[in-house]
């Protein structure tokens, strides 16, 4: 039956390793270009608020009685205008997801290190020491740069950690393989 799970865990293995190598060429690529991923990241975001306002508002003519349907008017334009606004001016969006990713980086480093210290001998076990110990540090240091850390910061760091991502990923699929 061991021998039965083998080309399943292969296969898995070298998925996750490809994931892994594009993951990283992702991450060097805003780094590379910070400006741009950080201002990509604020736009995309303000552009799924206004859809999600749209669909909010569908939904509240769907509604079955007249006070939950203005209610959800109401609440579906005011997520409009909310999108509206942050595709209008992403300056805004970028320093309130400049807060929520220094806030990110310092929980997810910690669950790494958790993480990797309880690994025991697995081959991740490094990497993710590594990656939670850089997810801290990125944390640490986005958050004491604030609010002179900009659009250019999120894409930075955001590509560090698609990298360290990407690695936690190929040594992942090396295990499997092995």
Do not use: C, H
């Not at 021998?3 to 390793?17: C, H, I, K, V, Y």
């Not at 892994?20 to 060097?28: A, F, K, M, N, R």
């Not at 609010?147 to 499997?176: D, E, H, Q, Y």
């Amino acid at each position: 039956m061991g021998d039965a799970t083998e080309p399943g865990d292969s296969r898995q293995g070298r998925s996750m390793t490809l994931l892994g190598i594009l993951t990283v060429i992702l991450g060097i690529l805003a780094i590379l270009a910070p400006s741009v991923t950080g201002f990509s990241i604020a736009l995309l975001i303000g552009a799924l608020v206004l859809v999600g306002g749209v669909f909010r508002l569908v939904w509240a003519f769907r509604a079955g009685s007249l006070g939950k349907g203005l209610i959800g008017v109401a609440l579906g334009a005011l997520t409009i205008l909310a999108g509206v606004i942050l595709l209008a001016n992403p300056i805004i969006l970028s320093g309130s997801l400049t807060i929520l990713l220094a806030i990110y980086f310092l929980v997810d480093g910690v669950v790494e290190l958790v993480a990797g210290f309880s690994a025991g001998g697995a081959g991740n076990r490094g990497w993710l020491i590594i990656g939670g110990a850089v997810s801290i540090l990125l944390g640490i240091l986005l958050w004491s740069q604030f609010p002179f850390s900009g659009v250019w910061a999120l894409g930075i760091l955001f590509g560090i950690k698609l990298f360290f991502i990407g690695m936690i990923m190929i040594t992942g699929g090396r295990v499997l393989r092995a």
